[in-house]
């Protein structure tokens, strides 16, 4: 089954009609390749930086530019982008939603789409840094490192609450679309919250920039974006569903 919409002008506008054709599997493609092109580059930076020990210029400009743990680089950027899309696909599907038989629950896609947002504003600023260094000093122990990153403190109960919020919702969804719910979100949680306690731990002992951090938070970076594609990919299949038709009307008048 093909899971596509379509942004088409209005049949009386213009004798050539013409449309736009979203394919879920067409953008989940293309966003993957995107996202193992960066992976690659990242990869690259490592192994010359951290294994081969090479500082050579253009060293320094794979690591700076496409390192998953940097910040205002390539990846970051692809990552915001892409919670951003989803954000605004949740939106969609909320006014899409908003007069059909969904219309109980159209509620719940407003507020992903503001969770998303959230999260989008989060990776490109790094919020959650600076909520960290709120935290840290009023824990009594980090445990050994586990709790470093002292952001996964709140973060932990916000999942929680968010996971408790929308648990009955997510299980009247249909089945194919409840199902990769769960795995883009626990995903996406494994990596941007469960992998962040060993991270704490192997920090404490080896410090950033050893191998096994780099390893750890290459993993970490790369279940978020495969995390947020997955998600993309449902919305999508699920919008499809919906055979919603946008219409993109130019009045005469308006510049």
């Known amino acids: 089954m093909k899971h596509t919409f ?10 050539k009609e013409k449309g736009i054709i979203l394919s879920a599997p067409g953008v989940a493609k293309k966003l993957s390749l995107i996202m193992l092109l960066l992976l690659c580059l990242h990869s690259m930076g490592v192994v010359l930086e951290s294994i081969l020990g090479d500082e050579s210029r253009p060293t320094r400009i794979l690591v700076r530019y496409f390192d998953f743990n940097g910040e205002e680089n390539v990846p970051a950027f692809f990552s915001s982008v892409n919670l951003l899309a989803a954000a605004g696909l949740l939106y969609l599907i909320y006014c899409v939603s908003s007069n059909r038989e969904l219309a109980n629950g159209k509620r719940y896609w407003l507020f992903l789409s503001f969770i998303f947002v959230f999260m989008a504003i989060d990776e490109s600023v790094q919020l959650h840094e600076h ?4 935290v840290r000093p009023r824990l009594t122990s980090d445990l050994n490192g586990l709790l470093h ?8 109960v916000v999942v929680i609450a968010v996971a408790g919020f929308f648990l009955k919702w997510v299980l009247s969804l249909p089945p194919l679309t409840r199902n990769l719910f769960v795995a883009s979100g626990s995903m996406f949680v494994l ?4 992998l962040e ?5 192997l920090y404490k002992q080896y410090g950033i920039d050893h ?14 974006m495969a995390a947020v594609i997955l998600f993309i990919y449902t919305l999508l299949q699920y919008l499809a569903g919906l055979k919603p038709s946008l219409l993109l009307v130019h009045q005469k008048g308006n510049t």
């Open 149 to 156: 990153w002292a952001w996964v403190v709140p973060y932990s």
């Open 211 to 224: 191998i096994y951090n780099r390893v750890m938070y290459t993993l970490e970076e790369f279940l978020e």
């Open 131 to 134: 909520i960290a260094e709120f």
């Open 197 to 201: 306690f060993v991270e704490g731990y």
């Open 191 to 194: 990596g941007a919250l469960g």
């Open 6 to 15: 379509t942004v088409t002008p209005p049949a009386n506008v213009t004798p």
